[in-house]
């Protein structure tokens, strides 16, 4: 006979862990992601696209930690990533900590555009995101304390000590003992290999989910599920080149800021009588959490596409340089070739602005001195930046401040 706890402990306790048939609505929120995810930076010169990319990941980064309470401001990961870091220890481990993340879900860019991602729900890909997100953490990132406990986390190792198994709110976790039969159960119900497209989509909105609920780390599984669903997003195809950001859905909601917890409780729902399906936990709150994260994936699509949207960011930039003291109002022209052309060399900036040349090179150095282009190079060619400084103007809604 099969005791509760044995029960507890059995990786069947995250079944169902998919669901087989997608309902109307569901099918329906596939079909327009999958629509959404084409349309989005399609008429973006891939230097563009890429130069916005770099501005989702540090959009992904602010609200990925906003979800874990910590408030790191644009303007302070800018100086992170610059290397410039606060004095103040707190402000200086969060500067850490957004770094990381940006640093790694560039490297999650890299990977899927060069066709070298691996399988996101895979054992090795989950801990090497854990291990690369802590692998430059200080010691007091790695300090893990709760009610009746202190230990220092090993980054990309799972939960493997009693000392380690703690309540998350309501939800007790399987045990430490447990963790790696319930990580392999999990890679093998998520792995892509043999999913068509739709079905992809379906993994991803119930593998983040279920990823928290294994809760395999002593902390960050959070950070970890948020970068695995941008990864699985990715290879499901629905990436659109890191155009979108999923941690922006999630901390925003649909309608209220407190939807997400809300709805990562509900999905821990047991199953309630013979009409919920035939696994441990509800069939009901799984279509019902897959209906909202994905839901929140289209409305995250469909907003960073209004924002990326050629024409509408090219009235952004000049109305930008218009209101700007420092900025002479020809640099809108180089601004608008940059954003059409992808990169522009600076010995054609008299032809673009239409000055004298010493005139042009004046502009073009203000411009570049207001972090607006950038090269590679000190003499390459120049394409688009968006500083701090500018988001507001340049992106608004993008942040809450904004």
Request: overall charge neutral.
């Amino acid at each position: 006979m099969t005791s509760a706890n044995d029960a507890i402990e059995a990786p069947a306790r995250i079944e169902p862990a998919r669901l087989e048939e997608a309902p109307e609505p569901i099918a329906n929120a596939i079909a327009d992601i999958s629509s959404a995810s084409t349309g989005l930076g399609a008429r973006l010169h891939p230097a563009t696209a890429a130069s916005l990319s770099g501005l989702v990941r540090m959009m992904n980064c602010y609200y990925s930690n906003l979800i874990e309470g910590h408030n790191t401001r644009p303007r302070d990961i800018e100086r992170a990533l610059a290397g410039n870091l606060d004095g103040d220890e707190e402000r200086r481990n969060l500067q850490i900590e957004a770094t990381a993340h940006i640093r790694l879900q560039g490297e999650i860019d890299r990977q899927a555009a060069e066709d070298r991602l691996p399988e996101p729900a895979s054992r090795d890909f989950i801990r090497w995101l854990h291990a690369e997100f802590y692998r430059e953490a200080p010691e007091a990132m790695l300090t893990v304390r709760s009610d009746h406990a202190e230990f220092r986390m090993a980054p990309g190792e799972w939960r493997s000590a009693p000392v380690h198994d703690v309540a998350v709110g309501r939800h007790i976790p399987p045990s430490s003992r447990s963790i790696e039969p319930f990580m392999a159960h999990f890679e093998r119900r998520y792995r892509f290999e043999g999913m068509g497209p739709a079905a992809r989509i379906l993994a991803m909105a119930a593998a983040h989910h279920r990823l928290n609920y294994i809760h395999p780390f002593p902390d960050g599984n959070g950070r970890v599920s948020r970068l695995m669903s941008h990864a699985m997003a990715l290879r499901a195809g629905i990436g659109a080149h890191g155009l979108w950001s999923v941690s922006r859905g999630l901390a925003r909601g649909l309608e209220s800021r407190r939807e997400y917890k809300a709805w990562m409780d509900r999905a821990d729902t047991p199953r309630q009588g013979d009409l919920d399906g035939r696994g441990n936990l509800s069939q009901k709150a799984l279509v019902e959490f897959t209906l909202w994260f994905l839901k929140v994936c289209l409305d995250q699509m469909i907003f960073m596409a209004e924002l990326f949207d050629l024409d509408n960011l090219n009235a952004r930039l000049t109305r930008h340089v218009e209101r700007s003291d420092r900025l002479k109002q020809e640099a809108a022209h180089l601004l608008r070739e940059a954003l059409v052309r992808g990169r522009i060399e600076r010995g054609e900036a008299s032809r673009i602005t239409g000055l004298p040349e010493r005139t042009a090179r004046r502009v073009l150095g203000d411009v570049i001195d207001a972090g607006l282009l950038a090269s590679e190079t000190p003499k390459g060619p120049v394409s688009l930046r968006f500083p701090a400084a500018a988001l507001e103007e340049l992106f608004p809604r993008l942040y809450p401040e904004t």
